[in-house]
């Protein structure tokens, strides 16, 4: 499904922040599966009525601790964790429904890493102190559960370490009939947030079958070029990409600072395929706007 030249949706938490939710608190957007799933389905469609070709799910920070936290027990977080799939591609009908669609679209179950759980920024330094054993424990049932609800890929997001891909490539491995991309925060124009270069990591992902894609996300926009120029020597797979605004997210302060990049992200995204990306979106911070301004970049060829 990944073949060819697509777009990646936009920012999910910047839209519902927009529309009023609350998303205080260590479930983030999770939050909203629970108390107003509608507010979510609405952000997908927005984001496939903007020109995605596909939309991530509200899973990247849902977990069994999390919702565990707010006294939801281990039942209630696989039915939660099937409802952020069902959600999109209950966007994704509903657009089909009203528009006449001809682009292919497609749901991607977000597979957060462990520091979204834990909700203080780690998922950009990935310093957790656990090793590849540890870590598969904590992917593997939560991913079994996504890659069973109907998505049509698994997105592994905003993965800090090598060893964090090495779990989730264990655990995909239990689940033979998942496909994922996997993609990385980076510190860095050539490595990952843990330090790796990231061409070593995409010359060991490129030899696992079941990884369909490798990329990175989350990243400021001015350093995604080169990013792509690293994943490219160590992979022939597709290149996701889907940088932030720019902004900077402080862990502990639970806030965004700095500025938004002044380059158009209709400018950038040019310069992203030209490096080697194909599939391109935002992060953090980005809007329907940005979408369509890389719908537009993609449809020009």
């Known amino acids: 499904m990944l073949q060819g030249f697509g777009v990646i949706d936009g920012g999910l938490a910047t839209e519902l922040e927009r529309a009023g939710a609350d998303l205080s608190g260590g479930l983030w957007s999770a939050r909203l599966l629970v108390e107003r799933p509608e507010m979510i389905r609405n952000v997908h469609t927005a984001y496939f009525e903007a020109g995605a070709n596909i939309a991530i799910t509200a899973s990247y920070q849902a977990s069994y601790a999390g ?18 799939v069902t959600l999109a591609a209950e966007a994704r009908a509903g657009v089909q429904a009203r528009h006449a669609v001809e682009r292919p679209m497609f749901v991607a179950a977000s597979v957060g890493p462990y ?5 203080d920024g780690s998922e950009y330094h990935g310093n957790y102190g656990l090793g590849v054993a540890e870590l598969t424990a904590f992917h593997a ?3 079994a559960v996504l890659a069973g609800a109907g998505a049509d890929i698994l997105a592994c997001e905003t993965i800090p370490s090598l060893d964090e891909a090495r779990a989730l490539v264990t655990v995909l491995r239990r689940v033979p ?6 993609s990385f925060t980076s510190r860095d124009d050539r490595h990952t947030a843990h330090g790796e270069p990231l061409a070593d990591c995409a010359r060991e992902l ?7 894609a490798l990329g990175v996300n989350c ?5 995604a070029a080169s990013l792509i120029g690293e994943l490219r020597r160590g992979t022939t797979k597709p290149i996701v990409v889907y940088p932030n605004s720019g902004e900077v997210w402080d ?6 600072h700095g500025s938004a990049t002044a380059r158009p992200f209709r400018e950038l995204a040019r310069e992203w395929i030209a490096a080697g990306a194909t599939w391109v979106g935002g992060c953090c911070r980005t809007t329907p706007e940005t979408i369509r301004a890389i719908r537009a970049v993609i449809d020009e060829g």
């Open 219 to 223: 990243v400021p926009p001015g350093r």
């Open 177 to 182: 009939s998942a496909r994922a991309w996997l």
């Open 251 to 256: 862990g502990q302060a639970q806030c965004w």
């Open 206 to 212: 490129d030899a696992e079958p079941q990884v369909v």
């Open 115 to 119: 520091g979204a759980v834990l909700h």
């Open 141 to 143: 049932e939560r991913l």
């Open 67 to 84: 919702f565990g936290a707010v006294g939801l027990d281990h039942n209630a977080t696989n039915q939660l964790l099937r409802r952020s």
